[in-house]
């Protein structure tokens, strides 16, 4: 990709660093009290690393020494890092949910890229929500940027059985409800899950993101299938350190590489990996920063001709680790390169192309060749119709396939506390047929749309050997989840979407391969129920949590904030 070189006097910090006034002698001299010395930073790309590491964030404790290794690489390259710490979005124990958050993290990324001296970033993240809101901060900012994702842990172990985070805690929390195994157990199986930094090692959202991501060409190639253990990590951290400022000089930005095209990249990536449901949200918020309109309807119409290649946890039976020792997504890609364009830049200054050329499958059970795909499509499918007006998602790849095509009567959580209060209550008046209803738990009801989708079967049913039933909500679901679970009903019900006038005892209709998802009330009904709904009050009347409230959109329109959208130019600041 042949561009003009910028001068040194053309870098967005020379503003800060290159005048000859009092402000500009101001920076420079508190640069020297850092320690650094004039040539060091005078005339170089100042290169932002922003960097999510946190105590608390278990994703990201190799962060520390990965962030060293960008700045070697940054140094060899002939730039200046900054390391800028950025909100750590820790799934496992942030609450009520990160997915409140993610908006918060990108309008934080967006800030620290505009107002300081910076002329090109890295992004280091990875746990579920920090990629997307770390790519969307920066698309809005439009500097350019490189990503070094997390990478995923280690496999788990337990009794000599491998064990893949959140798909095996479901599983056998599962077991535990039932009889099936004991406390014992269980502390053992929550002692050997996790052995390693990394994020988690199923086809979750964080190993899903980072493979959209380098679809879209904002990643080195293979760069998101590498553990986070593994040594090529570091290596390919500290490359990055030195891509970045090549592609500052050649002014290599976000607008130039996140194209129609290449959403489309990403999407046909998510869909062959059977990836997390939670990839639309992001990727529809992603592609609005770019001004690229990303309806649902194009993920479903791509969703019924992509194979599935990946034969990885929860869909599948591998994890993320043997993924990437067979190939890795370089060479699910280079299988999949007549469904891409190829032509699509990438942060390498090499088209997609290029840089998947030569990649192979080392182990075709794991990275299925497309004569042996997993599922001709169908990684994910949108559905739509009475009960969800502008569409629902589900996997049905996690889903027993007998499911995928039933009718049952309604059992109604008006809650996720009622639903908790009264889910194993024996007299529970629902059966294996029943189909299992979440209300309040969407962008606004939630609040943040929590992964609460994967609605625990009742403890009795359990005991009667049942494992998967049909549930429905305005939430999202762990892409570590499985099951029949429909997700992301939209509108929500707290905004008084369909969703919120379901009662027990409807009867309610899933077939994903009509794409139908139907509520079987007479119109009348409805009408009389929506004239008796009363809206509830919000949950934030102060901070963050009230601007969320009055500015988030639903979920087919990506979770993001309504003035955050393409479109409205923000002005560099004066230097004063």
């Avoid at 990649?359 to 990275?367: G, K, L, Q, S, T």
Wanted: a negative charge.
């Amino acid at each position: 990709m042949a561009t003009r070189r910028k001068k040194p006097e053309e870098l967005r910090s020379h503003r800060w660093y290159g005048a000859e006034d009092l402000r500009a002698f101001g920076h420079r001299s508190r640069t020297f009290q850092m320690g650094y010395g004039r040539e060091e930073f005078a005339g170089k790309p100042v290169i932002a690393i922003l960097n999510t590491w946190s105590d608390i964030n278990p994703c990201h404790t190799h962060f520390r020494q990965r962030v060293e290794e960008i700045k070697r690489g940054i140094w060899q390259a002939g730039g200046f890092p900054v390391e800028m710490p950025a909100i750590s979005l820790s799934e496992p124990f942030q609450k009520p949910t990160t997915m409140l958050y993610r908006n918060l993290l990108a309008m934080e990324a967006e800030e620290l890229l505009r107002s300081y001296p910076i002329d090109g970033c890295v992004l280091l993240g990875g746990c579920d929500k920090t990629l997307p809101a770390l790519v969307m901060g920066a698309t809005s900012m439009d500097l350019p940027t490189i990503v070094v994702p997390a990478g995923p842990m280690l496999r788990g172990n337990w009794q000599g059985k491998v064990l893949g985070s959140g798909s095996d805690s479901w599983k056998y929390w599962a077991e535990l409800r039932a009889g099936t195994i004991d406390e014992r157990d269980w502390q053992e199986i929550e002692e050997g899950i996790a052995r390693s930094p990394g994020t988690c090692m199923t086809m979750g959202t964080a190993s899903t993101m980072a493979a959209a991501i380098e679809a879209l060409g904002l990643t080195l190639p293979g760069a998101s299938s590498i553990p986070a253990a593994d040594s090529n990590h570091a290596r390919m951290a500290a490359a990055c350190g030195r891509r970045i400022v090549e592609l500052v000089w050649d002014d290599l930005r976000p607008a130039k590489l996140l194209t129609p095209a290449a959403f489309d990249n990403a999407l046909v990536t998510v869909l062959a990996l059977s990836g997390s449901t939670n990839a639309i949200v992001h990727l529809v918020a992603m592609a609005g920063r770019a001004g690229v309109d990303l309806p649902l309807a194009r993920f479903d119409a791509l969703a019924r001709s992509v194979p599935v290649l990946a034969d990885v946890r929860p869909a599948g039976r591998f994890l993320m680790e043997d993924f990437y020792y067979a190939g890795g997504l370089r060479a699910l890609l280079a299988e999949l390169s007549d469904l891409l364009d190829l032509d699509c830049p990438t942060v390498t200054g090499e088209t997609l192309g290029q840089g998947i050329a030569g990649a192979r499958i080392h182990n075709e059970e794991v990275i299925r060749p497309r004569a042996q795909a997993l599922a001709e499509g169908g990684g994910l499918a949108v559905v739509s119709g009475n009960l969800a007006p502008d569409g629902a998602v589900i996997k049905p790849l996690a889903a027993d396939a007998r499911l995928l095509r039933h009718r049952g009567q309604a059992v109604v959580f008006a809650d996720y506390n009622d639903m908790a209060a009264r889910i194993d209550d024996p007299e529970l008046p629902v059966d294996a047929d029943s189909v299992l209803v979440l209300q309040s738990a969407g962008p606004q009801g939630g609040p943040g749309m929590p992964e609460w989708g994967m609605l625990p079967i009742p403890q009795k049913l359990l005991r009667q050997g049942v494992r998967d039933m049909v549930r429905i909500s305005d939430a999202r679901m762990s892409g570590t989840s499985y099951g029949t679970c429909v997700l992301h009903v939209a509108p929500e019900s707290f905004v008084g979407g369909p969703l919120a006038l379901v009662r027990d005892g409807d009867e309610i209709e899933l077939d994903v391969a009509a794409r139908k998802l139907w509520l079987h009330v007479e119109e009348a009904e409805l009408s009389r129920r929506r004239a008796d709904w009363q809206p509830p009050s919000r949950h934030y009347g102060r901070g963050y949590g009230a601007l969320f409230s009055q500015h988030i959109t639903q979920a087919d329109k990506g979770c993001d904030f309504d003035f955050l959208h393409a479109g409205t130019s923000v002005p560099e600041p004066e230097i004063h």
